[in-house]
């Protein structure tokens, strides 16, 4: 099993920023890629951002440019800065964690969420 653990939600207004921290622990090898997934109530989750451990990335097209995903390999943590946030951010943001490979997922491990309110 893997734990995920997030942290660095809050509330902060237009244009502001945020950066969410997610620290993996327990049965950690072979993860292939970690990310940040967001919901609003009434819609599906939706990926945010992904990173390999390769360090290949990928963004929604609502946050290229703007958000940047990142890792300490070291620390077992993934980052997501948050600048420039508009009111549509507003979510749950939700780390993500997928063992095996590019090709064939082992296993998908969740974290409790944190909330992310962009309010003036």
């Known amino acids: 099993q893997v734990q995920l653990v997030e942290s660095g939600g809050g509330l902060v207004q237009p244009g502001g920023s945020l950066r969410l921290s997610c620290a993996a622990s327990?049965?950690?090898?072979?993860?292939?890629?970690m990310g940040w997934y967001r919901q609003v109530p009434g819609k599906q989750r939706e990926l945010v951002a992904v990173?390999?451990?390769?360090?290949?990335?990928n963004y929604a097209d609502s946050v290229k440019g703007r958000f940047t995903i990142s890792r300490d390999s070291a620390k077992n943590t993934v980052y997501l800065q948050m600048p420039s946030l508009k009111p549509e951010d507003t979510a749950v943001y939700y780390c993500?964690?997928?063992?095996?490979?590019?090709?064939?997922?082992?296993?998908?491990?969740w974290g409790q969420g944190t909330q992310v309110t962009v309010s003036s």
């Open positions: 993500h964690a997928r063992k095996g490979t590019a090709d064939i997922a082992t296993g998908d491990y």
């Open positions: 327990g049965s950690i090898f072979s993860i292939y890629a």
């Open positions: 990173i390999t451990n390769g360090g290949r990335t």
